[in-house]
């Protein structure tokens, strides 16, 4: 019936790997970390304010004729790609000086000179007090809603596990903003979708494995950390490649169709959904040892994995 | 677990009977949703405008010129109430540091004067709870017999407030006018209006909110020339204005007119496009109310042979000279306009002018070329990863496989009905988002699946397995998705536009699947197992 099995009945050493592994990631960090600070983030006009015009000409372009063309008109830093095909080229210019009523100039001088011969297909002017308010708000979502999470999970499993989960998915931040930084993709509102999105992916898997660790908690009071955590991510690998798998299907069809105007945050998303894998694996598991989550310590009186109850149903037959 | 009452089952598939139907009237041509029974539901999938085209423009009232313009006239009211009789002497009356200031000359009449100026400040009414009525302007008092009129907190808030709501107002005329399709005007926070209007042309929309349109008629001052004016001052109760700057025409203009206006835009009742006689050129006709064209005919009759200036907001558009007596209150504005230019100022006077300037502070405008690209994209990739996912399911899982994937379809359906029924938003990052779904909402069904395959590999009989598998998954699905609908929550929270129709698909999402997974997926099965009373597990 089946054509395809996933491995089951694994016993891989995760733990075994763990220092190595968590320095990788540690390292890794460090380096996202110094490249965000050293070379920083391409900011697109949510953050920075500014213009950007998406142009569909009707014949191919050359790239560096409207670099010069674009260059006489005095707008400051002008950025000039193409954009998915030979004709399409995005324009970015950076805000101009003179506060909010000074920001229409450069839509105005485009329009004048490729008026005739291009398709605007696209047009966003961001005022320098909408793109600061937009930061802010941007930063601001991805604090609380680690703090949000945060609390849920300190509500429904111990502490050690939430601050383990946050510790993981902190990791999964700085790792998609050194993505970020390296590429030098935009980062805009839609990267914040898609680090938010990230989060959420991965506090799912992390929760997953420590949902099963919680639970092997109670039943093997005698095992040791290392073997606990081994043994409960080894009875969710299937499930954690599976959904994996089934998510970046998903994504990558949306990066090879979706179109040029969601690609950077599918491909953001598609690091994330790689990162979180690794991280519900390698990093949160082994935070559980570091934060000194010991066999024994979860009592069955505290905070019951409620809902489902696993006990009850089994005395009730279908 | 795999017992159903009777009305659950009921309950289960009502519902997806609800989303099936909700889906429907976005797959069916417009002219047979008219034709659909009351009942039926018949909102579609409103396309953001990413999607569909249309432009996004967010406005702020600029507090500033508002201040200045309202000191400028209150200014004039200073003065006219220490010119009424007895005339009480002032000097150095002005605008100073945001407040009007003026010092009285004879210290006997300051009380006087104090009495006059208090009358100024304005009471605004309150609101019916609102308690004591709240004054525009405070009056303090200076050193030297000084008197100082500035805005009182409370009172500018408020005036903010209305003016805000009165220029959605005329923002809203000046659209409708337009003709275009649902647009939506509406506040956001304290000073701002954002317009989102589909489809059109989003150059002349912008031209048409962001104008101020305030139009005046001043007599033109002949006592001294424009530059001359402009190099020295301009005589007492005058002012420079120039000439429009979009003008290729002619280089820049300076007049000298009076300050105080004969007519303003109040004084029309209408304003169509039309063409002179004689040129053939585009003028705007408009017709005065009655009072402004007794008035106009007054002034007129007394000033034959002198010029008058047409200023719309503080440009002079032009200035002819009057030849006669103008008492049909009626007239033509000609100022070497486009067909639409003069189309457009119609539109402007008749929907009245904006109390305060707006400043355009962010926009995205989208052409309608882009937005059909898009939904073909998202089109595509939606049934590419559809069947991508659904392969595997089936490579994987077999017969659990294909229930998965009715389940995935339902699915489906249901985000796609509910979004109907909220009137909720699709945008290109929504349809991310429901591509997203698709890829994560089988995860409920792998959890379930893969805990089946383990109690099963502990021992129990298939009916007991499947019955634990669900319910030892459920928590673990519940807190999986809890967590990610926080974080769909706050981006709802803090997303504008398309941001927010990726958290709106996002979050729904997650509630239709935790139902497909957790009561649909687990009805397929039950039958399944009273149909076939299974030997060993089937996963």
Redesign the interface.
């Known amino acids: 019936m089946k054509l395809l099995s996933l491995p089951s009945d694994t016993s891989i050493p995760f733990m075994r790997y763990r220092v190595a592994a968590v320095g990788t990631s540690l390292v890794l960090c460090v380096v996202s970390i110094v490249l965000f600070l050293v070379v920083g983030m391409n900011y697109g006009i949510d953050f920075r304010g500014g213009t950007m015009v998406e142009l569909r000409f009707e014949e191919p372009v050359n790239i560096g004729q409207l670099r010069s063309d674009v260059g006489d008109l005095n707008l400051g830093d002008v950025q000039i790609v193409e954009f998915g095909d030979p004709t399409d080229v995005m324009i970015r210019i950076e805000e101009q000086p003179g506060g909010e009523a000074a920001q229409q100039r450069g839509i105005i001088l485009l329009r004048d000179l490729f008026g005739e011969m291009a398709d605007f297909r696209r047009v966003e002017v961001v005022g320098p007090r909408v793109s600061g308010e937009l930061a802010r708000a941007g930063a601001i979502a991805v604090i609380v809603s680690l703090l949000a999470i945060m609390a849920y999970i300190w509500l429904r499993f111990e502490w050690h596990f939430a601050v383990g989960a946050v510790l993981t998915t902190l990791h999964d931040v700085i790792l998609t903003i050194g993505l970020f930084s390296a590429t030098q993709i935009e980062f805009n509102l839609t990267s914040i979708a898609a680090v938010l999105t990230i989060v959420g992916y991965s506090l799912n898997d992390t929760v997953v494995v420590y949902d099963r660790v919680r639970e092997n908690l109670r039943r093997y009071k005698r095992m040791t950390m290392p073997h606990l955590l081994d043994l409960s991510i080894n009875q969710m690998l299937s499930r954690t490649l599976m959904t994996s798998i089934t998510t970046l299907l998903a994504l990558i069809a949306l990066f090879i169709f979706g179109g040029e105007v969601i690609r950077s945050f599918t491909f953001a998303m598609i690091w994330g959904i790689v990162v979180g894998t690794f991280s519900s694996i390698f990093i949160a598991a082994p935070l559980l040892i570091t934060l000194g989550l010991r066999p024994g310590r979860v009592s069955a009186s505290d905070k019951d994995d409620a809902g489902s109850g696993g006990g009850e149903t089994e005395t009730q037959p279908a | ?3 159903f009452a009777r009305w659950q089952i009921v309950l289960i598939v009502l519902t997806i009977v609800v989303g099936v139907l909700a889906v429907m009237p976005n797959l069916m041509p417009r002219s047979w949703v008219e034709a659909l029974p009351g009942w039926l539901p018949k909102q579609r999938i409103v396309l953001g405008l ?1 999607l569909q085209g249309g432009a996004y423009l ?1 406005y ?1 009232v600029d507090r500033q010129d508002y201040m200045e313009k309202r000191l400028r006239s209150l200014t004039g009211e200073v003065r006219q109430a220490l010119r009424t009789e007895p005339r009480i002497g002032y000097t150095g009356l002005g605008v100073v540091d945001g407040g009007v200031q003026v010092r009285i000359r004879d210290a006997a009449q300051f009380q006087d004067a104090r009495e006059r100026l208090a009358d100024l400040t304005n009471p605004l009414n309150q609101s019916l709870f609102g308690g004591g009525a709240t004054d525009e302007f405070a009056l303090s008092e200076g050193s030297n017999d000084m008197l100082r009129l500035q805005f009182s907190e409370e009172g500018l808030a408020q005036r903010m407030r209305s003016i805000v709501d009165q220029s959605i107002e005329v923002v809203r005329r000046r659209i409708d006018e337009l003709g275009t399709t649902e647009p939506s005007i509406q506040r956001e926070g304290e000073d701002r209006i954002l317009v989102e209007a589909p489809g059109g042309d ?2 002349q929309l912008k031209g048409l909110v962001g104008t101020t349109a305030q139009l005046t008629f001043h007599l033109v001052d002949t006592s001294m020339s424009g530059e001359q004016a402009l190099s020295t001052r301009p005589p007492p109760g005058t002012m420079v204005l120039m000439t429009s700057e979009d003008d290729d025409l002619e280089p820049l203009r300076p007049y000298v007119v009076e300050e105080s206006p004969l007519l303003t835009g109040e004084d029309l009742v209408d304003a169509q496009p039309s063409f002179q006689q004689q040129t053939n050129e585009p003028v705007v006709s408009f017709r005065l109310t009655t009072s402004g064209a007794r008035r106009f005919g007054e002034v007129t009759t007394r000033n034959v042979g002198r010029p008058f200036a047409i200023v719309l907001d503080d440009e002079v558009i032009s200035a002819p000279v009057i030849r006669e007596p103008i008492t049909g209150g009626s007239g033509q504005i000609s100022g070497s306009f486009t067909v639409q230019g003069a189309n457009d100022l119609s539109i402007l006077l008749r929907a009245g002018a904006l109390p305060a300037a707006l ?9 309608p ?2 937005g059909a ?2 939904i073909a ?2 089109e ?3 049934i ?2 559809a069947v ?2 659904a392969l ?8 659990f ?1 294909v229930f998965a994937n009715i389940a995935l379809i339902t699915n489906i359906v249901l985000l796609m009905g509910l979004l109907s029924l909220l009137g909720a938003t699709l945008t ?2 929504g ?2 988002g429901i ?2 779904t ?3 909402a ?2 409920a069904n ?2 379930i699946y ?1 805990r089946i ?2 109690e099963g ?1 502990a021992g129990r009989t298939p ?2 397995a ?3 598998g ?3 998954a ?3 699905i ?7 609908l ?3 929550v ?2 709802f ?4 536009g ?2 927010r129709g ?2 709106v698909t ?1 979050a729904i999402g997650i509630l239709t699947t935790v139902f497909t997974a957790f009561l649909f997926t687990r009805l397929l099965v039950a039958l399944w ?1 009273r149909r076939r009373r299974p030997t060993a597990v ?1 996963v």
């Open positions: 677990m795999l017992h990413d967010l702020e989003p150059e400043t355009l502070v962010e926009e995205r405008t989208v052409g070329g882009l690209d898009s994209a998202g595509m990739a939606a590419v990863a991508l996912v595997s399911m089936i490579l994987v899982y077999g017969l496989g290109l990052p349809i991310a591509v997203l698709m890829g994560m089988v995860d792998v959890l893969e395959r383990e590999r009916i007991l499947i019955d634990t669900f319910s030892r459920f928590a673990t519940l807190d999986a998705n809890v967590t990610t926080i974080a769909a706050i981006l929270q803090l997303g504008s398309p941001i990726f958290a996002l197992v089937p």
